[in-house]
Nanobody
Framework: QVQLVESGGGSVQAGDSLRLSCVAS????????MGWFRQAPGKEREFVAS????????NYADAVKGRFTISRDNAKNTVYLQMDSLKPDDTAIYYC?????????????????????WGQGTQVTVSS
């Protein structure tokens, strides 16, 4: 019943920026944490960032700390991923996701297994 739709991907040069958006519907968006994952060709899906629904608790993968920023606008049912200083290693399909269960206002899981609802993904390609 949860629907997630990502947008904002594209092809950019190293050092450029992109902002991804994920619009959620079919649930009480403000009561759930949200996460971003990515998957490169031939690689497993990996955690990128997560954000709690209440308290401003965020988590980031080491590979993106200092470059990516996750945020949300509950009034718009939207989660964002601002990506700055993009590198070729950031090339992947980016997915937004919602957790399996509620874990509290400061809950922002980083494990793939904690998420049950996934968007279709948006492609990000970064060239040198």
């Amino acid at each position: 019943q949860v629907q997630l739709v990502e947008s904002g991907g594209g092809s950019v040069q190293a050092g450029d920026s992109l902002r991804l958006s994920c619009v959620a519907s079919g649930r009480t968006f403000s009561m759930d944490a949200m996460g971003w994952f990515r998957q490169a060709p031939g690689k497993e899906r990996e955690f990128v960032a997560s954000i709690s629904w209440g308290e401003t608790v965020t988590n980031y993968a080491d590979a993106v700390k200092g470059r990516f920023t996750i945020s949300r606008d509950n009034a718009k049912n939207t989660v964002y991923l601002q990506m700055d200083s993009l590198k070729p290693d950031d090339t992947a399909i980016y997915y937004c996701a919602a957790p399996i269960s509620y874990g509290g206002s400061s809950f922002a899981p980083v494990q793939l297994a904690s998420y049950a609802h996934w968007g279709q993904g948006t492609q990000v390609t970064v060239s040198s």
